[in-house]
């Protein structure tokens, strides 16, 4: 018995590339030809944003989370001590988190 040899090979389509697949394609292929140029387009508002998020509102957030937190535990709110540990971990990493990059990788 003889097979088909055009029935044995079934062609697929190509994998269609989602907007998600074009966004991170775009995201690794556009710095690197920027990079080319001499520097990054995206160097000045990354660092704003940096300094934005590692500094006054990763302060002023910790402060509100810590005045809340004190308030449950002053009030004996269940979880009140676990909730506190958490809010004294996420603080700490949000505020130091350019410290911590620093002392890992010499950013």
């Known amino acids: 018995m003889k097979k ?12 269609r590339l989602s907007f998600s697949g ?10 690197l030809a920027a990079h080319a ?4 387009p995206f160097d000045s508002g990354l660092t704003a944003m940096q300094t934005l998020f590692t500094g006054t509102v990763a302060k002023v ?3 509100i989370a810590i005045v809340l937190g004190g308030f449950a ?7 009140a ?15 130091l ?11």
């Not at 074009?22 to 556009?30: D, H």
């Not at 988190?97 to 950013?107: C, D, E, H, K």
Request: no cysteine.
């Open 97 to 107: 988190a350019v410290n911590i990059l620093t002392w890992l990788w010499g950013v």
């Open 81 to 95: 001590k676990k909730t506190l540990a958490g809010v004294a971990a996420g603080s700490g990493i949000a505020v």
């Open 61 to 63: 957030t910790s402060l």
């Open 22 to 31: 074009f966004l991170l394609l775009a995201m690794l292929v556009m710095p």
């Open 4 to 15: 088909n040899p055009s029935a044995a090979r079934v062609k697929k389509p190509l994998p």
């Open 37 to 40: 140029q001499g520097g990054s």
């Open 73 to 79: 535990f002053a009030h004996g709110e269940p979880g």
